[in-house]
């Protein structure tokens, strides 16, 4: 008799805990999903603009549906430097720098989704950085980086399980301090984000063995032969979502002198193959122009404009803006 009490006991308690943490759980659920710690607009609840200042992957998400802008940048930090205030200026449009570093398409193409998901009234320009991620012959278009796709995900059940992490207890206090301050430190709206000091720091432009780096040559053609080009397939089947007067940018972005693919060899033939992929878009596809700064010219032979092979400096940026404003005008 005494072990059939003590068995019900524990049942008691069991079943006791189990409802605790199911409450706590439900609890903790539906605090997030009221505070909106990234901003994503889902709450009911009107909430204070912007997030506090943190890294892109999550950060644009309140971004990308921020009405203010008509215009974004997409990619990861090969398109970074690129100014959403210099392409403002040059165009009368308004963009929004929506990178994220260490990404590739897969990454890309739901940000540009979550941005689509959230236009009010058309897009005007897209800009989308190619580099040689998108030359992949993989249809799953893997990444290699952590990335939030549940913070941008079409599915609330799929947003909820997201919500559910121990980092997100930090980040709702961080919420709650942000939204019940006067002047809270917000990220920077537009997104733009200067890695210059940041490559400095690490001794890049200036420490030997990191210069000479720079002279060795690098292989920057994708190794895609042949293909097929799924990420380039999926960005035309991705756009169809868009009104046809979004203009899309297609950027193939730059690289050193020394990662440039060598005439004849097997590197080049996979590059000349990826960029007659991202072509064929920009001939099927109206007000869609292909940019290519991945070619030979005077400015990829500086050293003193480079920091390592992928990663260039302000003066390269600003030659890159002026080229994206003009093929705007002229495909607008």
């Not at 903790?28 to 603009?49: H, I, M, Q, V």
């Not at 960005?235 to 972005?253: D, G, H, I, N």
């Not at 064929?280 to 005077?298: E, I, Q, S, Y």
Request: hydrophobic share 40%.
């Amino acid at each position: 008799m005494a072990r059939f009490s003590d068995t019900r006991r524990w049942t008691r308690f069991t079943l006791t805990m189990v409802a605790a943490a199911l409450f706590v759980c439900a609890a903790f659920l539906a605090a997030a999903y009221l505070l909106d710690p990234y901003d994503t607009g889902r709450s009911p609840l009107a909430l204070k603009e912007g997030v506090r200042p943190q890294g892109p992957r999550t950060a644009a998400a309140s971004r990308g549906r921020d009405p203010a802008f008509d215009s974004a940048i997409f990619g990861n930090s090969h398109v970074q430097l690129l100014s959403p205030e210099r392409l403002d200026a040059a165009t009368g449009l308004r963009f929004v720098s929506l990178i994220a570093p260490a990404t590739r398409p897969k990454e890309v193409l739901t940000i540009m989704d979550w941005f689509l998901r959230h236009r009010r009234q058309a897009p005007k320009v897209m800009v989308v950085g190619i580099d040689w991620g998108w030359c992949t012959a993989d249809p799953a278009l893997p990444n290699d980086k952590p990335f939030p796709f549940w913070l941008f995900s079409r599915s609330t059940a799929e947003y909820l399980v997201g919500l559910m992490r121990y980092d997100l207890l930090e980040e709702m206090l961080r919420r709650v301090g942000y939204i019940l301050s006067e002047n809270p430190a917000r990220g920077r709206p537009d997104g733009y984000w200067n890695y210059e000091q940041g490559y400095r720091d690490q001794g890049y432009g200036r420490d030997p063995a990191l210069l000479a780096k720079l002279q060795q040559h690098a292989e920057t053609g994708g190794g895609n032969l042949e293909g097929p080009f799924p990420a380039a397939l999926a960005l035309e089947s991705l756009m169809k979502r868009a009104p046809a007067e979004t203009v899309l940018l297609l950027l193939r972005t730059p690289v050193y002198a020394t990662g440039l693919p060598k005439p004849g060899t097997a590197n080049a033939k996979a590059d000349a193959a990826c960029r007659s992929a991202f072509e064929g878009l920009a001939t099927r596809r109206p007000h869609t122009v292909l940019v290519d700064w991945k070619k030979d010219r005077p400015e990829l032979h500086d050293p003193d404009l480079f920091f390592d092979h992928t990663h260039y400096r302000q003066p390269v940026a600003k030659l890159i803006e002026a080229d994206i404003a003009a093929a705007i005008g002229t495909v607008r």
